[in-house]
Structures are given as C-alpha cells and as structure tokens.
C-alpha cells in the first residue's frame, strides 16, 4: 500500500512537472525574451520550479497581505487553500507534505507520527506511532488521544460545519458518530473505528481499503486539540498550536498575528523551518492597495494568491526587475461557474445546456487578466490530475459565445425567450466580479437577465454554502474556484458532485448533483488500489459531469503573482498551488 500511494503521486504529478518547467518568460501575454534577473539573482518564474534566495538565516517578520478575512481559524473548519497555507505555521498532522518544490514536495512524509504508517495486508487498518517530545504551545504532550479527538470534531457538523468531511466518510462506518459534543462516552472518545492502544499509538479502521486515506489525514482536520482546550463553535477565535508558531492574536476582518511557539522543538520537526521570528496577516479590502503595497516593499506576499490586478499586471510584465520576482505557476485549480440544478429552471439540463453555449470561455479568460491567468479548461478536471482528457462536448476550445446553440438549448427547455437568474460571485475577490460581469452580459444575448449577488468571500460557507440561501436568493449560477486536496482526480473532483457530501452550510456540492451513475463510479474508484483503474473512473465521471452539464469549467488558474525579493527560500507548492507561507525567511532580518 505504501507504493501504492507512491505510485498514486507519480501518475498525478507526471503532467504537472512537464506543464511547470514549460513555464517561461516568453509564455502567455509575451515580454522580452530575454530573462529578467532580480537584485538576489532569481528570473521570472524561477519559483515555480526551484528554490528561490535560499538560506538558513533566522529572525524578522513576514507581511502577509489579504483582501479578506480567514474563513476560519478552527482546523477542522477552514478550507481556504491560503488558510491551509496559513495552517502549517500552528498546526501539525501524522504525515505532513514537505517543503520542496516539484513532484518532491507531493510526496507525504511523517510529521507527528515517527514513521509513515504500518498498513494491513488488506489495505484497511493503519498503525501509526508518534514521535516522542511533541508538546501543544502550553507544553503539554501530544498523545494519540489528542489527534483522535481532533479527528472526533470533525463529526459534529451541527458545530463546525464548513470544513473537509472526507474522514466521516472514511470512519464512521454506519455508526453514525455524532462528534464528541453529543458523546455519551464519558472520555469523549466514541469513535469505534480510531484506536489509542496507548498515548503514542493511533490505529484506523476503515470499512473499506481506501488509497486516498493518507491524504486526508495530512489535512488540518486530523490536526489534533486537546479536549480540554476544546470551546466548540469558539475555538476559531483562539486555537491552540501543535506547530512552530501560535496565534498572539487575531481581529477579524482586520489581521492576524502569528509568534513563535515557545514549546515546539525543532528536533520533532523535520517538515518546518520556522526561520521567521513572527508572520503578520492583514485585511485590506481593497486589491489594487494591496499590490500598490507589495510592489513598493511594504509587504511581502498576497496570503490570497489569486494574481495581482490588471494595472499591477501591466507594470510587472513590463518592467524587468519587478518581473524578475514574480511566479506564474499553474495550478490543479479550475476557476468555474456551478449551475444549480435544484434551482428553477436549472433543474432542466437544457437550461444548464443554454448556459454552456452562452458563456465566452476568452471572456472568463479576460476577467481573470487574459493569457496569464491560465488556459481555457475544456472540463472539470485540471490537465495536471490524473483522469484528464480533452472530453470537450460544448467546443469550449473556442471560447466564445455559440449563440444559435444557446437558443437552440433554451427552446428545448421550454424559455425560448430566455428567464431571469441570479449570479453569486465573492465581492472580496474583483477578479471574480468581473467574471460575473462578463457571465452577465453572455447570458443578456441569448435572452437571459442575470442580476449580480456580491457576499464577502470569508462568508462562503454559509451563503453559497447552504442550499437553502441559494434557493432562497434564487441563485442559480455562482462563480468560484477549486484548487485539489490532494494530488488525485478525487482530491479534486469528488468534493464537487459526491451527492453524499450535500451539507446543509459549508457545502461544496453547488450543483447540489446527486447521480446514482457518478455515485456508482465514485464508490469503484474509492476501492480501487490501481490507480489507473481510478483515474478511468473519474474520466467516465467527468464525462457525465459535463455531459449533465452542472458547471462551466472556465479556466485551468495561473496566477501572476509579485512577492518582496528580501524573502528567502521561495518555493511554489504543488500540494497547495501557491507559494508556500512555511519555508519563507527574510534576508534583512527585519
């Protein structure tokens, strides 16, 4: 089994080491052929394959910068790709991905456990043993109780809702566990299928051999929390740390900050560096502040990483030395429009067919700040993820808007004279309002009116997140991002259609799908150990996706993004498709 997941990682990063290193000055919007060099020597995009100004050198503090607010700073709870980012720095998991650049940085190593973990010869029972001298920032032991009640709370979904769920579905085996608040165990430890033999000792149980489990323990979710310290819906405001660093404070909506760990120990650690004396995240809504503030060396990196906007884009691209510290790295990530099927009159698959045809792909592009920020995706899995074909029904290719077919689609679902709709998009994220604009007027030629709902984006899971406010808002198309799990075509896609996976807030099943053909496949690829027999799986279940037609796939994301050329050790990381937060220092100190 261990090859197993070895070989899972090989097949799922195969596209991405070629699509990374392709990556060069002269690609996409075009510049100067010549490379750009920056004051510590690093060229445009090196980042994205290597390590850019390594050092060892200790001390100062990182600006984070963001134009919104963490969706929360509870492990079992936030699900933001930068607030996993931002996860590394206090919290800690049994087998973490390492800080390296390329397919090196995809392969999962011990972090809390000792080793990587002993698995049965039937692939359903893993034994891990922890390291020893591993403490929680009060200097208190981390047992293996710990880790399975912090495993526990993910279960209490009526509590901490919003976050990954994949290890319910992994471990309850028809138990039906309702996490440790509603336990009538009285060491709140009732969950059957996790075992602590002794307190450096964890063993799962699952009820069927399932090859992605390992990555879903590498989530913040398997973080572990003393029960102790546990505050329910408020632990978000305070929690405590297992890694490098704790939070000194945190005020929403304006910043967090991040101060070393007085109880961690390095010789525990061989995932971090924690070469920074601290890391500030602050809030400043406004996207073009943020880049007028890291372009001048006020701070040091966009926590958010979604790409600077149009003017900054412009001065980047053209001036060589603030080029020459910028990475364009692609991404397992896909920016796209759900469409709702529980929402009238997109339960009509024709409708949702209408939509396909109406929407310019180049516009999406566009929106997004043209060639830069990616390729037009053709389906719902990135080219990256094992699965990927160029299944293309709708001839998104061409990225433009197929009128006559949208028409052709809208008499067949009985709206000759097109409806009335609601688009929700994240008015925390510009890039994204514009995609909804240009949704907008696509829609307007073939008779389709579009009013635009704008939410804070730290909001998510509990507006486009709960179906009972998209229907309630009448939102029927909602423009967001996906970026994988976890380095396979389930980490990427299984979250969006798994009809199991339908939550009432923190819901990620937009198009609310639930298809006994792609349940039947999801289940097959789940118990495949072959990974080739799973990534057939999830073509045929992309097929139907598109085929059903519940989303807009829009664009395969590359960011263009500016960090500060004082940070040493920058690396993009393929687990979490941006720059990773954990192995920056600086070069001044400061």
Not at 36 to 46: D, E, I, P
Not at 447 to 454: R, S, T
Request: aromatic share 8%.
């Amino acid at each position: 089994m261990k090859k197993q997941t070895m070989a899972i990682l090989a097949v799922g990063v195969a596209g991405l080491m070629s699509v990374t290193s392709a990556c060069g000055g002269s690609k996409g919007g075009g510049s100067s052929s010549a490379p750009s060099k920056s004051g510590n020597g690093s060229t445009f995009n090196a980042a994205a394959t290597s390590i850019v100004n390594p050092s060892t050198k200790k001390g100062g503090t990182i600006h984070l910068l963001s134009t919104q607010d963490v969706d929360s700073l509870d492990p079992a709870i936030g699900y933001y790709a930068f607030v996993w980012n931002l996860q590394q720095l206090y919290t800690r998991t049994l087998v973490a991905y390492p800080m390296k650049p390329g397919q090196a940085g995809l392969q999962l190593a011990p972090d809390l456990a000792s080793a990587m973990p002993t698995i049965s010869a039937d692939g359903k029972t893993y034994t891990f043993k922890l390291k020893s001298g591993i403490k929680f920032d009060d200097g208190a032991p981390i047992t293996s109780k710990d880790i399975k009640y912090g495993i526990e709370r993910t279960f209490a979904q009526d509590v901490l809702p919003g976050g990954p769920t994949y290890l319910i579905a992994d471990l309850d085996e028809g138990q039906k566990y309702p996490g440790p608040y509603k336990d009538t165990d009285p060491n709140k430890m009732g969950l059957k299928s996790v075992e602590t033999p002794d307190d450096s000792t964890i063993v799962f149980h699952l009820a069927e051999a399932n090859s992605d489990f390992i990555y879903h323990l590498a989530m913040g979710s398997a973080s572990p929390v003393e029960p102790s310290k546990d505050t329910g819906a408020k632990y978000a405001q305070a929690p405590e740390s297992s890694g490098p660093y704790k939070i000194a404070s945190y005020a929403p909506q304006k910043s967090i900050k991040f101060v070393r760990n007085p109880n961690w120990d390095p010789s525990t650690d061989n995932i971090r560096t924690a070469l920074p004396d601290a890391y500030d995240f602050t809030i400043d809504t406004n996207a073009d502040d943020v880049d007028s503030q890291l372009l001048a060396g006020t701070g040091d990196i966009d926590a958010g990483q979604r790409g600077v906007q149009t003017a900054a884009q412009a001065k980047i691209l053209t001036t060589p030395s603030l080029k020459a510290d910028a990475v364009d790295a692609p991404a397992a990530t896909i920016r796209y429009i759900s469409i709702q099927t529980k929402v009238a009159p997109f339960d009509n698959v024709h409708c949702r067919k209408a939509v396909e045809y109406a929407t310019s792909g180049t516009g999406q592009q566009t929106a997004r700040g043209g060639k830069w920020a990616g390729a037009l995706a053709l389906n719902m899995l990135p080219p990256t993820v094992a699965g990927y074909d160029k299944y293309d029904p709708y001839n998104l290719a061409a990225g433009q808007s197929q009128v006559d077919k949208a028409k052709s689609e809208l008499a067949l679902c009985g709206k000759p004279n097109g409806f009335s709709t609601v688009i929700a998009a994240r008015s925390t994220s510009p890039k994204d309002v514009k995609q909804a604009v240009s949704l907008q007027n696509d829609l307007k030629q073939v008779g389709i009116k579009a009013d635009i709902f704008q939410y804070d984006g730290s909001k998510s899971s509990s507006t486009v997140g709960a179906p009972a406010i998209m229907h309630q808002k009448g939102i029927g198309l909602n423009v967001f991002g996906w970026g994988s799990d976890y380095p396979t075509a389930s980490g990427f896609l299984s979250v969006l259609i798994d009809g199991r996976q339908i939550l009432p807030a923190g819901n990620n099943n937009y198009s609310e799908i639930n298809d006994p053909q792609i349940q039947g496949w999801l289940i097959d690829a789940a118990k495949s150990t072959d990974p080739a027999v799973s990534a057939a799986d999830y073509t045929k279940i992309n097929h139907r996706v598109m085929d059903l037609a519940l989303y807009f796939p829009g664009v395969v994301e590359q960011s263009l993004n500016y960090y500060n050329p004082r940070l040493t050790n920058v690396q993009f990381s393929a687990a979490l498709g941006m720059i990773n937060f954990a192995s920056l220092g600086t070069s001044d100190g400061k």
